[in-house]
């Protein structure tokens, strides 16, 4: 039985290879540390600093509105993954022991409803999950490369200001086109470690907690002898614990990430539906902000939506505990029921900023705002 042992770590295997090459995770038997935290200090200067600063210098002063909106759109997407990159720089600490308590609640999942549970709806939900980002950002990269290939004149992949003229010469045109599509390719590499995690790991806790629901359930229907009963409610008390647990620890990484996600996503929208219905003409501008405008409400969606879920699988937990054979237990058992039930009473969310409740209101306040935005937009425009 001990091959067939769940491994929720296992999904996190990219975002780990992620923050390695984009230089704030080191592995504890690295050699040549030294070398490897220059290379960090270096890159994260050359591209999580530098990158949005020289998109900046241009907002709003671009030849074209056109070209404006298309500088503003691109800033405020990599300031705010600068910015949530920086925040998963500073609590990735985290990370192990949320690592350790999904190996212990990994270890719990033994019977075969709870298996058949995992290997089929969670495990395809934290498939969808993580693929689905990997599969758009590589197809916005490439539509974004492609709308500087099929212009007509030599232009940047986003407006922006460079020390030098990168119109005098094709060697300087190549050297700041080479700049952007590495910055812009590391950016968003960032980026899918930064939204994958808390929606992979929101996704974890409600399927951890609704395999509890189950477990907790059966409690006592499948064995006679009470003291084992008692034993093996006591571990589902323990397991309760431990998602509690988790779900602070998960507060405390994703929490400001998601806050300044949900705060930007809003003036994002409004930019990129005003750039893809009033300027722009050419197809590929036209795919390109299509596929971008669909990814900014994916950025935040899993993330709100398993926020919900998780909320809800909490509520359910009273319930399943009575759902066992508890009337025909011993008193230390209907003591560790009660223990569980006023436990379960308490109301869980996380709070992204600790103001914004992690959960589908929070996508419906950024739809509504920049459905706000674009309506002060248009009486502007007028």
Not at 4 to 27: D, P
Not at 166 to 182: E, F, V
Request: hydrophobic share 45%; net charge positive; charged share 15%.
């Amino acid at each position: 039985m001990s091959e067939m042992l769940v491994n929720s770590n296992t999904y996190f295997t990219r975002q780990w290879k992620i923050w390695k090459l984009c230089g704030i995770y080191a592995e504890p038997r690295l050699n040549y540390k030294t070398l490897y935290w220059t290379y960090a200090v270096l890159l994260n200067i050359i591209v999580t600093i530098l990158y949005p600063l020289h998109l900046s210098v241009l907002i709003f002063r671009n030849d074209t509105l056109g070209d404006d909106i298309k500088n503003l759109s691109i800033f405020l997407t990599t300031v705010a993954g600068s910015i949530k990159f920086l925040s998963f720089a500073m609590n990735l600490k985290k990370m192990p022991e949320i690592q350790n308590l999904l190996n212990e609640l990994d270890a719990r999942v033994r019977s075969k409803d709870e298996r058949h549970f995992y290997n089929t709806e969670l495990k395809m939900k934290m498939k969808i999950t993580g693929n689905i980002y990997l599969v758009l950002y590589i197809i916005v990269a490439i539509t974004a490369e492609l709308t500087t290939l099929m212009s007509k004149e030599r232009v940047l992949l986003y407006p922006a200001w460079f020390p030098f003229d990168w119109r005098a010469s094709t060697t300087m045109y190549l050297l700041a086109h080479l700049y952007q599509i590495i910055g812009i390719s590391t950016i968003l590499t960032q980026n899918y470690a930064n939204e994958t995690t808390p929606g992979l790991l929101l996704c974890l806790l409600a399927g951890h907690i609704k395999l509890l629901a189950l477990r907790v359930a059966k409690t006592s229907h499948n064995c006679e002898n009470p003291q084992e009963n008692e034993l093996e409610l006591l571990r589902c008390v323990r397991d309760q614990k431990n998602l509690y647990r988790l779900c602070d620890l998960i507060e405390d990484l994703v929490a400001f990430p998601m806050f300044v996600q949900i705060t930007i996503a809003a003036a994002n929208i409004c930019v990129a539906l005003a750039a893809l219905l009033f300027y722009l003409n050419d197809y590929f501008n036209r795919a390109y902000y299509s596929l971008y405008f669909f990814g900014l409400f994916l950025q935040i969606f899993p993330a709100c939506y398993f926020g919900t879920e998780f909320q809800m699988m909490f509520d359910q937990l009273p319930y399943a505990v009575f759902s066992s054979n508890w009337m025909h237990q011993s008193k230390r058992y209907k003591m560790h029921m009660i223990l569980f039930t006023e436990r379960a009473l308490m109301q869980r969310t996380i709070l992204a900023g600790g103001i914004v409740r992690l959960n589908l209101e929070a996508f419906l306040s950024a739809c509504k705002g920049a459905y706000s935005l674009f309506a002060v937009f248009l009486n502007l425009k007028e």
